[in-house]
């Protein structure tokens, strides 16, 4: 099992950047991929980004395209979220999650951050 703990969320106004960070403890050895997720009040949790850990290949949801930037740091066991030109859309709690395998759900998920986007 692999523990997450989330960090970097908060209050922002419109246009301006956040940077989300998630460290991994635990058997990280074995992680695939790591993804940040986030879910609005009443909305279902969606897939923001993803980064494969040895590879280091990248996925954005077409929201977020231009405008987060997923990246890891190995030597720390670390996954970062970029977040610029924020919108009001953007605010949700935001979540980092970690798999083992390619074609497995996330079995791993850190306690969520705020992120508000004021306008």
Do not use: H
Request: charged content about 15%; some cysteine.
């Amino acid at each position: 099992q692999v523990q997450l703990v989330e960090s970097g969320g908060g209050l922002v106004q419109a246009g301006g950047s956040l940077r989300l960070s998630c460290a991994a403890s635990g058997r990280t050895a074995s992680t695939y991929a790591m993804g940040w997720f986030r879910q609005a009040p009443g909305k279902e949790r969606v897939l923001v980004a993803r980064i494969t850990w040895s590879a280091g290949t990248v996925y954005y949801a077409n929201s977020v395209k231009g405008r987060f930037t997923i990246s890891r740091d190995n030597a720390k066991n670390t996954v970062y979220l970029q977040m610029n030109s924020l919108k009001s859309d953007d605010t949700a709690v935001y979540y980092c999650a970690a798999k083992s395998r390619a074609i497995s759900d996330y079995e791993s998920w850190g306690q969520g951050t705020q992120v508000t986007v004021s306008s």
